[in-house]
């Protein structure tokens, strides 16, 4: 008699980036964020299309469920937005007016919503916010034993967490509370330079080269303190997100000179000298983190989650500086992994499953466990809307799409299961000439409509990775920064030495000038025959053409808009952007032969600008 297969679904939602996620007998078959469904950027809202995904990829329905497990405990975190209120009354009462209604009317009957929204009578379990971050590092990493490090914002009342994971059980060891938070700190310095917060903090990232860490001494000074093991208390006279509805206050901005940064408006040196100071400061928190949990734990190797794990400076300094021998990063750090993170807690933790791992493959399959589509439904989409394009065998697609990339074209990859995380690996992607000095800019400018400072990700073939930059170990999830290799970085004149801020921009640094940043790093990308073969295959069709194994990946998406996630969206974004060829499975589509979109279309004219 053939054993019924188990099935627990993970639900992250109500803050930013909600998710589901499905996992068969321990194995993760799917997993995606709401935001790729809906098209609405960090779509908050209850997963409903994400969850109708995964649950149409097994083939089941809400009522064949074994378990559902949400990814913090609500009556927690209500708990802790009580409490807060009520030690800032009356100054915070605007903020609390605003949040009660949506916690009142769903927030608070979590059990009650799930079960009429899935059809589901079985078993809801609820894992505390951190718990979901650390089972989401440890059980889908290589390792059977690792010291975990969770940072984000803040879950129910834990920022950061740490502990040890073994064989199929996770001890957290410590933590650190609201409203001391590295992540609300990272947040609120992205506020304070005019971006978005919880999206616009990679942006301050990629701005920090730019800067001098001028402000280090005052964040250190005024804002937070720091002890030896990286435990640390902020300064909350300076704050504002605990009763208020912006981040900083008016101390604040007299501290660092003035107002927050109107939104789109010039960047200043100011602000590029912040987010340096601010990226130093995370990067030596982080560092005596890892030291003192590595002294703590014993343990060779680190997990990570939480949304502070994308920051992959940060993350490639506690790899090469730190104690560890080894590091695996969930590749969905931010909330939307916490799904992930509370479908295996139920059965690892609760279930007591046993749990194999052989210290070389995760069991994330690449993070490739998105929606895929067959030639099949690319062609009946195509011919419907009588799209031109060419039909080609894989072999003549990669050679052609290689050919077109050396000539410094620009494609949309649109290829097999849609990537789970933030990060473009090579489903989703727009890919192009690492050599070229002017793609960083073309690919800004004409197809991201971003920001010009904002580097560019390298995919590289994982054999040759050592070749190219200053690393040796794996990166497939674009979550480790390194140094372009020496042997291949430019020397810079005395007139170029003297450049400061933004004006370093177009300086030529490297043979691959367009994934080298400012201060010759690069976000690194392995890509893996065994996880996505047909992406390996074109880089390898590249270095054979150019004897370059590196290319350019960004996300497919331009900004203020989701990674595209089916054909309509792949083809919408190439018709209004300057992508030269659009890739659908084995389907090849010039921009030159096809007709200008319909007015009617139902396709906004422009993009939202965030």
């Known amino acids: 008699m053939t054993k019924k297969p188990m099935y627990i ?4 939602a109500f803050y930013h980036d909600s998710a589901a996620a499905l996992i068969k007998d321990g194995k993760i078959i799917a997993a995606a964020q709401e935001e790729r469904f809906t098209r609405k950027k960090h779509d908050h809202n209850f997963p409903t299309q994400a969850i109708k995904y995964c649950l149409d990829e097994a083939g089941i329905s809400g009522a064949m469920l074994d378990f559902v497990a949400f990814y913090d405990k609500p009556f927690l975190k209500f708990e802790r937005l009580l409490e807060t209120y009520l030690a800032y009354a009356p100054i915070g009462i605007k903020s609390f007016i605003k949040a009660m209604p949506l916690w009142i009317k769903e927030k608070l009957w979590m059990k009650e919503f799930i079960k009429k929204e899935l059809e589901f009578e079985g078993v809801i379990l609820f894992p505390e916010h951190h718990e979901s971050h650390a089972a989401s590092a440890f059980f889908p990493s290589p390792f059977n034993e690792a010291a975990i490090l969770t940072m984000d914002g803040v879950g129910e009342w834990t920022t950061t967490s740490y502990g040890m994971g073994r064989g199929n059980k996770i001890e957290i060891l410590a933590d650190i509370k609201f409203p001391n938070s590295l992540g609300l700190l990272y947040s609120a310095l992205t506020y304070y330079t005019g971006f978005k917060v919880n999206s616009g903090e990679y942006k301050v990232m990629g701005l920090a080269p730019y800067g001098e860490p001028k402000y280090k001494d005052i964040i250190y000074k005024h804002i937070i303190n720091v002890k030896d093991d990286g435990s640390f208390r902020m300064n909350m006279d300076y704050f504002n997100y605990c009763a208020g509805l912006t981040m900083t206050n008016d101390k604040f901005h007299k501290l660092f000179g003035g107002p927050p940064r109107k939104p789109e408006s010039k960047l200043t040196q100011k602000e590029m000298d912040i987010a340096r100071s601010l990226q130093d400061v995370t990067e030596e928190i982080v560092l005596k983190m890892g030291n003192h949990v590595y002294k703590e734990t014993g343990l060779k190797n680190i997990a990570l989650a939480g949304g502070v794990a994308l920051n992959c400076v940060a993350n490639g300094r506690l790899l090469s500086e730190g104690p560890f021998e080894n590091i695996w990063i969930q590749p969905a750090s931010g909330d939307a992994g916490g799904a992930l993170g509370a479908a295996l807690s139920v059965w690892y933790s609760y279930l007591g499953n046993e749990r194999i791992a052989d210290n070389k493959s995760d069991s994330q399959s690449g993070s490739y466990l998105g929606p895929v589509f067959s030639d099949d439904e690319i062609k009946h989409y195509l011919e419907k809307n009588n799209f ?5 065998s894989e072999e003549d697609l990669i050679k052609r799409v290689s050919k ?12 097999g299961r849609m990537e789970f995380g933030p990060r473009a690996l090579g489903s989703r992607s727009i890919i192009g000439d690492a050599r070229s000095s002017k793609m960083q800019s073309i690919m800004n400018l004409k197809i991201k409509f971003r920001e010009s400072f904002r580097p560019f990700a390298p995919s590289v073939l994982a054999e040759k990775v050592n070749e190219y ?4 170990c794996d ?9 372009v290799k020496k042997e291949r970085q430019l020397k810079m004149d005395d007139d170029q030495n003297k450049l400061w801020g933004i004006d370093k921009l177009n ?14 790093s690069a976000r690194v990308q392995t890509v893996h025959k065994e996880t996505n073969p047909m992406y390996h295959k074109l880089i390898e069709q590249f270095e054979k053409d150019t004897g370059c194994g590196v290319i350019i990946n960004t996300s497919f998406n331009v900004r203020g808009e989701p990674i595209v996630c089916t054909p309509e969206d792949a083809y919408r974004c190439f018709m209004r952007t300057d992508i030269d060829y659009l890739v659908l499975g084995n389907f090849l589509l010039s921009k030159e032969k096809q007709k200008p979109l319909r007015d009617d279309s139902g396709w906004k004219k422009e993009f939202e600008l965030d």
Do not use: C, Q
């Not at 031109?388 to 080609?392: N, R, T």
């Not at 077109?404 to 290829?415: L, P, Y």
């Not at 990166?475 to 140094?483: F, G, I």
């Not at 030529?508 to 994934?515: G, H, K, T």
């Open 507 to 520: 300086v030529v640094r490297s043979d691959i000038p367009a994934i080298t940043h400012v201060d010759y």
């Open 475 to 483: 990166s497939p999830y674009m979550l480790l920064v390194a140094d």
């Open 404 to 415: 077109e990339i050396a000539d410094e074209k620009v494609i949309g990859w649109f290829n």
């Open 9 to 12: 679904l993970g639900i992250s």
């Open 388 to 392: 031109a394009y060419d039909y080609l």
């Open 469 to 472: 930059f200053e690393m040796d």
